[in-house]
């Protein structure tokens, strides 16, 4: 089992730049990925951005050259800046993380953290 904190969340005006941090109660980072999705009202869950266990990165269209995804192994936590941040960006932010043990496949969600960009 692993635990995974977000905090960073808050509310900025559009143009703005905010930092996630999702702090995991263990080490998880080599394993099939861990990454930040979104969920904004009325909608369905989306990737935002993740990294995979062979350090590659993927980002959604939406958020490709304003937001890093990024890791601290050491501190077992994962970050996402977000910059020049939209109206649009506004939802949920979740961290989730993918652990494979033996033949079995298991994910994580954190609590999420709330995004509000204003105008």
């Known amino acids: 089992q692993v635990q995974l904190v977000e905090s960073g969340g808050g509310s900025v005006q559009s143009g703005g730049s905010l930092r996630l941090s999702c702090a995991a109660s263990?080490?998880?980072?080599?394993?099939?990925?861990i990454g930040w999705y979104r969920q904004a009202p009325g909608k369905g869950r989306e990737l935002v951005s993740i990294?995979?266990?062979?350090?590659?990165?993927t980002y959604t269209d939406s958020v490709k050259g304003r937001f890093t995804i990024s890791q601290d192994s050491a501190k077992n936590t994962l970050y996402l800046q977000m910059n020049s941040l939209k109206i649009e960006d506004t939802a949920v932010y979740y961290c989730s993380a993918c652990e494979r043990i033996g033949l079995q496949t298991y994910t994580y969600w954190g609590q999420g953290a709330q995004v509000t960009v204003s105008s």
């Open positions: 263990r080490y998880i980072f080599s394993s099939c990925g």
């Open positions: 990294i995979r266990g062979d350090s590659t990165t």
